[in-house]
């Protein structure tokens, strides 16, 4: 069974930096891209970042440039998201996702002060 | 950035009734990368299918997806209680991926 369970989310103040961890299980992870995604409070799904199966390549969207760091540790089976610079607009929900083997159950972000 | 839209909105069927979802995308997706989601309140997308039309691994086969270049559609066959959701559209290439804005289907 597939499994993918995100940790480190929490509330941070704006400026504020947060490591968000996901631990797959039940698929050759060093086999398969993988990816985090958001959802605000009442919104849609949006895409954060997507990292090659050997963390050659690393993609992100527009807003999280220069800010975020998508990494992976094969031999852990884990995938990592480094936040720095944390605005109010990144509180949401962070998915670690799987575009073929599913997705976790979230870890929530808030940014406040 | 390719734009997929998702219609219509809301879907408002009976249970044992057909539901036919649309994804359109502004530029040709290729079928690898097309894939749906459900959601349901308080948890997280389940992933229904992946390239285009394969099923992921314990979906039921009253979900089915087809299409290519710049439609694709979702077919739930005979709507079960549990299939009242919301269903989003994916499109993945190797550098970025965006979804559509979600169709939410209702009981009528």
């Known amino acids: 069974e597939v499994q993918l369970v995100e940790s480190g989310g929490g509330l941070v103040q704006p400026g504020g930096s947060l490591r968000l961890s996901c631990v797959a299980s039940?698929?050759?992870?060093?086999?398969?891209?993988m990816n985090w995604v958001r959802q605000a409070p009442g919104k849609g799904l949006e895409w954060v970042a997507s990292?090659?199966?050997?963390?050659?390549?690393?993609y992100y969207v527009d807003s999280v440039k220069g800010r975020f760091t998508i990494s992976r540790d094969n031999a852990k089976n884990s995938l990592y998201l480094q936040m720095s610079s944390l605005r109010a607009e990144d509180t949401a929900v962070y998915y670690c996702?799987?575009?073929?083997?599913?997705w976790g159950q979230g870890t929530m972000v808030a940014v406040s002060s | 950035e390719i734009v997929l839209t998702q219609s219509p909105g809301t879907l408002s069927l009976s249970p044992g009734e057909r539901a036919t979802l649309s994804c359109r995308a502004s530029?040709?997706?290729?079928?690898?990368?097309l894939g749906w989601y459900q959601q349901k309140p308080g948890q997280a997308p389940r992933l229904l299918i992946y390239?285009?039309?394969r099923r992921a691994t314990g979906i039921p086969d009253r979900f089915s997806g087809s299409g290519s270049g710049t439609d694709f559609t979702l077919t739930i066959s005979r709507l079960e209680p549990e299939d009242f959701a919301v269903y989003y559209c994916?499109?993945?290439?190797?550098?970025?991926?965006?979804f559509g804005q979600g169709t939410k289907v209702e009981i009528k």
């Open positions: 996702a799987s575009n073929t083997n599913g």
């Open positions: 039940g698929f050759k992870f060093s086999n398969y891209w």
């Open positions: 990292i090659k199966t050997d963390g050659s390549e690393k």
């Open positions: 530029q040709s997706v290729s079928n690898t990368y």
């Open positions: 390239a285009a039309s």
């Open positions: 994916q499109q993945y290439s190797s550098s970025s991926c965006t």
